[in-house]
């Protein structure tokens, strides 16, 4: 897999990189706000958990956006 992935175009190989970055950031994002929720409802302790989870999505998805913006900018 990795001689494959070195074979690929360096455009090609920033643009996948992007792309499973979008797709992670937003996976933990959404990850997050189902704890926060779980907190919320009483099924996990919360020890203030649920704003820094909440927080901490907002964070990776901008976090993400600003990485896929700027990686054209290099």
Request: include cysteine; hydrophobic fraction near 50%; aromatic fraction near 4%.
């Amino acid at each position: 897999m990795y001689c494959e992935w070195n074979a690929l175009p360096e455009d090609l190989q920033l643009t996948l990189a992007r792309e499973a970055l979008h797709r992670v950031a937003s996976s933990i994002a959404v990850q997050a706000e189902i704890l926060a929720e779980e907190m919320e409802s009483g099924n996990l302790a919360d020890h203030g958990g649920a704003d820094a989870l909440r927080l901490f999505a907002a964070l990776v998805r901008s976090g993400a956006c600003d990485v896929a913006g700027s990686a054209g900018h290099a």
